[in-house]
């Protein structure tokens, strides 16, 4: 009989995980509390208490071959960065394709998730759900949590005197939908990560000014690289990432700092950071420096205090007349459901193995889906960590003793903790292409390129030097999809199909381009053929 899973969240993660329970002959049942899939990417024009939002003009900062689901490409059509309206027709065609729908109970809440009382034997357990009212209990024999961390918004007014005294209007990111209702005010938006910038950009058209406050600065990077090829198609491929492990800290530094302050200098555009570039994940703001020149968007400090009308800054600067402070200041997450037992949540800390599995439960019947912050994708490196969940449910894979997964968990900490500048989120924060492959080993998908340069050069190069899209991970082992290899050696023209939307009589210069980088790279492999070896 196929061993029944629990599915906690029908977004972004939460589908593949159906898609992936299937494949091993599992027998899923997702929960949503909301009417619909989609997570934190279904755009709604209210609030709600207990999720995430997102404001009508998001558009996705990792491009559609990147953040693909691995065996179902986006459409070449859809631009290269989605609205967030696109990445749910993706969505809906995704779960349409592999009919999930059907396994899908809307409207149904988890109330919570215990341990069996014979669960060091069976490893199963009862799971308390609410629709309409009305409560149940069902025995499962897995669980899958894919809740992500956008749950608790984080408002730390406290951290700012007179906050009480201010009469103008307090919200957290998660609230606002449109710039219309804020036309004309004056407005302070404190937090410089994706969303504060993002609202900035957004805001800054409407309202009569806004001011960016920021305690550290940040480094900026533009959706639009080299060739006008998207960034991380530029940048996240095996052979830059090969380079990142030879090439010494301070140079790579050195390069990446020279290369943004070359499209404008953060000094002088008061946006500087405190740390070096590989310090802190960068944040994406492409109208940024035009919002800064233009005056739209005024760089400030740290806000220092409130006062009933005004904001003062730690420089001594002080704006009056302000009508909206907006904090963009993020998200805490939490699993309500689950006992401390279980899983404990410490100050945005919680134990997991590769991010995944708890390491002290007798049995590993429960995994958590989602729960870090990639410089990349979140989408493939879910369906990663679930196709690799549902294998060790059933038993096909083993997981290391409870010590070696601690001392795994603390290994990886010591590591970020050693790399990053201190964040909220810093213990979830990982290097796409490294964790990606990691997970790829432990199921057996991960492509061998000194394998593939004798068996199929073509494909070798593509695979080497081009984007580390989700389709390498499907080349061969346990899942492996006859689509890959043209999907892979196709994924240049999907990205060049959404912008040449004109036809031209002439060479794209791009493609001339791309033949001469390539020429570069096949050099460049001969140069470091010995390190490629020690690499793989």
């Known amino acids: 009989m196929a061993k029944r899973v629990a599915v906690i969240g029908a977004g972004a993660s939460g589908l593949t995980v159906l898609k992936c329970c299937l494949d091993e002959g599992l027998q899923p049942t997702c929960f949503e509390r909301s009417e619909d899939i989609g997570g934190l990417w279904r755009f709604q024009e209210c609030d ?290 689950l006992e401390e037992n279980v899983l404990r949540v410490n100050n945005n800390r919680v134990p997991l193995y590769k991010f995944v599995f708890p390491p002290h439960l007798e049995k590993s019947t429960l995994a958590i889906i989602g729960l870090l912050q990639p410089l990349g994708a979140i989408m493939p490196i879910a369906e990663l960590q679930a196709r690799w969940a549902t294998r060790v449910f059933k038993g096909l894979l083993q997981l290391p003793s409870p010590d070696d997964m601690m001392a795994d968990i603390a290994k990886k900490i010591k590591e970020n903790e050693k790399r990053y500048i201190p964040s909220q989120h810093i213990t979830l924060q990982v290097q796409y292409i490294d964790y990606v492959d990691e997970l790829a080993s432990l199921l057996s998908v991960k492509p061998n390129p000194l394998f593939l340069f004798l068996t199929d050069p073509k494909l070798a190069l593509e695979v080497f030097f081009g984007p580390c899209t989700p389709a390498q991970f499907r080349l061969t082992g346990p899942g492996k999809w006859d689509g890959a290899r043209k999907s892979i050696l196709t994924q240049r023209q999907r990205i060049l199909r959404a912008t040449k939307t004109r036809a031209l009589k002439t060479h794209s210069e791009n493609d001339s381009c791309l033949v001469s980088s390539l020429c570069i790279k096949i050099m460049g492999l001969f140069v470091f053929i010995a390190a490629i070896c020690a690499y793989f």
Request: glycine fraction near 6%.
């Open 48 to 337: 709600t208490d207990w999720k995430a939002s997102i404001y009508k003009s998001v558009t996705i900062n990792t491009s559609k071959e990147m953040m693909g689901y691995s065996d179902f490409p986006i459409p070449e059509d859809y631009p290269n960065y989605m609205h967030n309206s696109k990445v749910m027709d993706y969505f809906r065609m995704y779960a349409k394709h592999f009919d999930l729908l059907q396994y899908i109970r809307f409207q149904t809440s988890v109330l919570s998730i215990r341990k069996c009382s014979d669960f060091s034997t069976t490893g199963q357990w009862d799971v308390v759900t609410e629709t309409d009212g009305k409560q149940n209990s069902a025995i499962f024999d897995a669980i899958l949590v894919c809740t992500g961390h956008h749950i608790d918004p984080y408002l730390p007014l406290e951290c700012f005197p007179g906050v009480e005294k201010f009469k103008g209007k307090i919200m957290h990111s998660r609230e606002y939908k449109y710039p219309e209702e804020f036309r004309d005010k004056r407005m302070v938006v404190v937090g410089l990560g994706n969303s504060g910038v993002d609202i900035s950009l957004d805001l800054s058209h409407t309202t009569k000014q806004v001011f960016l406050s920021t305690r550290t600065g940040a480094w900026v990077v533009n959706r639009v690289s080299d060739n006008g090829f998207p960034l991380d198609v530029v940048h996240f491929t095996r052979f830059k990432n090969m380079l990142r492990h030879i090439i010494p800290l301070y140079l790579m530094n050195r390069w990446g700092e020279n290369k943004l302050n070359a499209r404008f200098n953060h000094e002088n555009y008061g946006l500087k950071p405190q740390f070096r570039f590989l310090s802190k994940y960068p944040i994406v703001g492409d109208d940024l420096p035009n919002a800064i020149v233009s005056g739209r968007v005024l760089m400030k400090p740290n806000v220092k205090e409130f006062t009933d009308t005004a904001v003062i800054f730690e420089d001594g600067s002080r704006e009056e007349n302000i009508d909206v402070v907006l904090f963009a200041t993020g998200y805490n997450f939490s699993f309500p459901f």
